[in-house]
């Protein structure tokens, strides 16, 4: 699913980084060539988002980044992923950069991973200090708008340790398939100044061809936005994987990443709703609502609107849980309409773990 960080040709890899053949360190710099000397890959990663709930539009805005020198037009050589922020501007990672002087291609599929479109590179503009990079692509806003929904960068927020982010990229999976959209929800395990350190616990986690693939969230408004960028990983794709957290509000994209309006379709979230961390989630009719749980709320099941809504604490009977589910140590607390319920996975000597899509269960 999302991955170490590479663009790969034949035999010959571009690469850098933590999990690399060329180097176990964690700065991203310098670049080197050298061969390719382990299998990565991608584990138990999901073909359709199902956490966060995103629309096929929002699907379809994460793609797959070939440099020219890679690119034949024929099979999905290995690359990078990057996500379509803006119509016509890619994010993705500095270490996925081209060399200098040549272009980038970005393609974008459908849910039934068939190709869409390949649109290339107009501009190329690199972070000074974070490993960042847009890509500006020579194509009329129409065209891009006529096939996807670009999912904005989130706001200026502090994550929370344990909120829960949906992962995706384009890299190789469990069977050694690359170029293939692929998604797994994992937890913030660290939060230490630009970067976001997510963990999974040897089940799931970013593999080649990831790097530059974003970590998602539902933002208090409602909307699914971008939270971080991929930046390195573990050696063996199930481990921790670190991000650069980004916010519409750096400098480095406002100057370049023209505005753009939301996407407020409601994809995958029913009228019912669902509990985020401290906000909920709603749709009202065709539109996604949302609320942040504060000043004494927490997100509940609402006998009122027959939803999980923000309601004060202690009324709900389901307080900070909905239909999905937690874990809640070993034991598996789920809301249905209103009724709690909880399974001690301890009962059969196993734990309450989550799987690659999010959902709690005895492991």
């Known amino acids: 699913m999302v991955g170490q960080r590479f663009w790969s040709l034949t035999v010959a890899l571009w690469t850098v980084g933590s999990g690399s053949s060329c180097s176990e360190s964690s700065d991203p710099a310098p670049i080197t060539y050298c061969g390719r000397t382990e299998d990565f890959r991608i584990y138990e990663g999901t073909t359709q988002e199902t956490f966060l709930g995103l629309t096929g539009r929002q699907h379809h805005a994460i793609g797959l980044l070939v440099p020219e020198w890679a690119w034949t037009g024929e099979g999905r050589p290995a690359g990078c992923t990057g996500t379509m922020i803006a119509a ?9 950069s081209p060399p200098v002087g040549t272009s980038v291609a970005f393609s974008v599929f459908d849910t039934l991973d068939r190709e869409i479109s390949t649109w290339w590179s107009r501009n190329i503009i690199e972070h000074e200090t974070l490993d960042l990079m847009l890509v500006e692509l020579d194509v009329h806003p129409g065209e891009i708008e ?12 502090t994550p929370e340790i344990g909120s829960l982010l949906a992962l995706a990229g384009l890299g190789e999976t469990e069977l050694a398939t690359r170029g293939s959209r692929r998604f797994a929800v994992e937890p913030i395990v660290e939060a230490n100044g630009d970067e976001l350190t997510v963990d999974g616990q040897q089940r799931t986690g970013a593999c080649s061809g990831d790097s530059g693939g974003p970590a998602l969230m539902r933002a208090e408004d409602g909307t ?5 960028v991929l930046s390195r990983g573990s050696t063996d794709c199930r481990g921790r994987d670190h991000y650069v957290q980004v916010s519409g509000d750096d400098p480095f994209f406002a100057a370049s990443v023209p505005p753009h309006c939301l996407a407020v379709d409601c994809g995958g979230i029913e009228p019912e709703g669902r509990c985020y961390g401290a906000s909920a989630v709603w749709c009202d009719g065709a539109r996604i609502q949302g609320q942040a749980c504060a000043g004494g709320q927490e997100c509940g099941w609402s006998e009122r609107e027959q939803g999980y809504r923000c309601v004060s604490a202690g009324v ?7 239909a999905r589910g937690r874990c809640s140590g070993d034991v598996v607390v789920r809301c249905e309409g209103g009724v709690l319920s909880a399974h001690d996975c301890g009962d059969e000597a196993r734990v309450c773990a989550l799987d690659s899509a999010g959902r709690p269960g005895c492991h």
Do not use: E, F, Q, Y
């Open 146 to 157: 006529a096939v996807l929904d670009p999912i904005a960068l989130a706001d200026a927020v």
């Open 316 to 322: 709900s009977s389901c307080p900070n849980v909905d």
């Open 88 to 96: 016509g501007w890619v994010l993705t990672a500095a270490h996925c």
């Open 224 to 228: 699914v936005r971008v939270l971080g």
